[in-house]
Nanobody, 136 residues
Framework: QGQLVESGGGLAQPGGSLRLSCVVSGFTLNLRYYAIGWFRQAPGKEREGISCEGSTVSAGRTWYEDSVKGRFTISRDNAKNTVYLQMNSLKPEDAAVYYC?????????????????????????WGQGTPVVVSS
């Protein structure tokens, strides 16, 4: 049974940085065959997609939600089966539980005819989440 395990969350000051990691294990295929995504859910709000990247084998594109564009960076190390989210210039409104997720290649992270890029329902595999608090 495959699993995704996030780490790296915690308390950061406004303007500070955190790096989230998501270790993927137990899957038959290497991480390169999957699209990856980072989502977050703040108290009382719905879970939202903030960044995704298509599979390496499909040379998929990278996408960022406007509120994190220029501050957050998604990346992966396929050899280590690990996904990262570098978060800089953190704001109080970034506080949430952060989840990493995977989707089969060709799904999850692509531009639809309506212009939408991240497709949450395509992401089949999810981590348990790691909390991020941004406060002085």
């Amino acid at each position: 049974q495959g699993q995704l395990v996030e780490s790296g969350g915690g308390l950061a000051q406004p303007g500070g940085s955190l790096r989230l990691s998501c270790v993927v294990s137990g899957f038959t295929l290497n991480l390169r065959y999957y699209a990856i995504g980072w989502f977050r859910q703040a108290p009382g709000k719905e879970r939202e997609g903030i960044s995704c990247e298509g599979s390496t084998v499909s040379a998929g594109r990278t996408w960022y939600e406007d509120s994190v564009k220029g501050r957050f960076t998604i990346s992966r190390d396929n050899a280590k089966n690990t996904v990262y989210l570098q978060m800089n210039s953190l704001k109080p409104e970034d506080a949430a539980v952060y989840y990493c997720a995977m989707a089969d290649s060709g799904y999850g992270c692509y531009q639809s005819s309506q212009g939408r890029f991240i497709h949450q329902s395509d992401f089949e595999f999810w981590g348990q989440g790691t909390p991020v608090v941004v406060s002085s």
